[in-house]
């Protein structure tokens, strides 16, 4: 039955309001269960948070979350947490914040964290964004360094990006949006509208694609999450489209998505740059997005798990075996409840996948 729907989201990053361009709910395929001995079950392991815009996970066991409003919390085995420190933030309540946290691949070392943040003006606007590196002694940040400054603009909104992480080759990735200008996105060498890749020092590798520049692939509209197949090694990334077309890339270096070439509001949007793997429409609001590599969770090996915000879903991608294409797209169900998310989703070091919405953090597993 075709029906048109207005969609009021309270979504990820902020608040989204749009019309559905297509008319219809999008047609999922079938509900993974799971095919492993023992249940998949979820559980609640922590109350009273903020909205999660990452995890990541301490040798100790412990939990290190962001939350969109510049708290960076830390949780114990029982779900215990406590505020570890306190950023300050531009909030216009839309999509800047605290956008990104990840340890270094040599923590055990050097205890470095990595973290991603739209810093204020004196109007609370808005200023630039900011990349940087905090010593953790294993209660607070005891030192902290600036290492990239990124533009933003005062009465930008959205498409702030965020996806902070090291990736295989040890190389700090992110995205970066179109700060809400699609008239910025076609730039190739420009941070604007792209994924970087920039060593943990903020300097550029000698290889990334275009010379004296950061950009590593670009014309992309927005993003929050990626991350790497664990045996091809190639880079998947979701973006959020308009009112249409949200998007599963895969990222290649210097490779152009398209994004600018056309009317912000077109909606089906034309792809005119390198073609996506995947299209939702209506937008799912792609976020945050793991492998599953642990081995505690057969069933999920060597798929993506990606949050779609708009619906809170956890989508089950399967890929070919060249990883060039998708062979399935499935909807998670434990028990009858499909929604468990609402940006970030991480696997732990205990083989758990976490997960949070509406004010709890929830971790899907097995005993």
């Known amino acids: 039955m075709r029906r048109t729907i ?57 939990i290190l979350f962001a939350e969109q409003n510049g708290a960076v919390q830390i949780m114990g085995e029982q779900g215990e947490h406590q505020l570890i420190h306190q950023f300050e933030v531009s909030r216009t309540g839309f999509e800047d914040g605290l956008l990104g946290l990840t340890l270094d691949p040599n923590f055990s070392e050097n205890q470095l964290v990595y973290s991603y943040r739209s810093v204020p003006d004196a109007a609370g606007n808005p200023k630039l964004g900011e990349v940087a590196k905090h010593r953790f002694d294993g209660t607070s940040f005891v030192e902290s360094e600036v290492i990239l400054e990124l533009p933003a603009l005062s009465e930008q909104r959205h498409h702030f990006g965020g996806g902070l992480t090291f990736g295989p080759d040890g190389y700090l990735y992110m995205i970066l949006g179109d700060l809400n200008r699609t008239d910025l996105a076609r730039d190739a060498a420009s941070p604007v509208s792209s994924v970087l890749r920039f060593w943990a020092d903020g300097s550029i590798p000698a290889d990334n ?56 509001d077109a909606c089906p949007y034309p792809d005119d740059g390198t073609q996506p793997l ?27 798990l990606l949050c779609g915000i708009n619906f809170n879903q956890i989508h089950v991608i399967s890929f070919s075996e060249d990883g060039r294409s998708v062979v399935s797209d ?17 696997e732990g070091n205990d083989g758990w996948l976490y997960t949070a919405m509406d004010g709890q953090i929830f971790r899907i597993g097995k005993d």
Do not use: M
């Open 209 to 264: 694609p275009f010379e004296d520049s950061i950009s590593y692939a670009w014309g992309l509209r927005n993003g929050f999450g990626f991350d790497w197949h664990p045996e091809t090694g190639l880079l998947y990334a979701g973006e959020n489209g308009n009112s249409c077309d949200d998007e599963l890339n895969l990222i290649e270096p210097g490779n152009d998505y398209g994004w600018g070439v056309h009317p912000y």
């Open 6 to 62: 207005l969609l009021i989201l309270f979504w990820g990053w902020g608040v989204s309001f749009f019309v559905a361009c297509s008319g219809t709910q999008p047609v999922q395929d079938p509900i993974v269960e799971p095919t492993a001995a023992g249940p998949l079950r979820f559980e609640t392991v922590a109350y009273n948070v903020g909205l999660v815009t990452a995890f990541t996970f301490l040798p100790d066991g412990r």
């Open 278 to 304: 995947l299209q939702w429409t209506p937008p799912i609001a792609p976020s945050g997005a793991t492998f599953v590599t642990s081995g505690r969770l057969p069933e999920f090996e060597n798929k993506l």
């Open 330 to 346: 499935d909807i998670l169900e434990i028990d009858g409840r499909d929604f468990f998310c609402q940006g970030a989703i991480a």
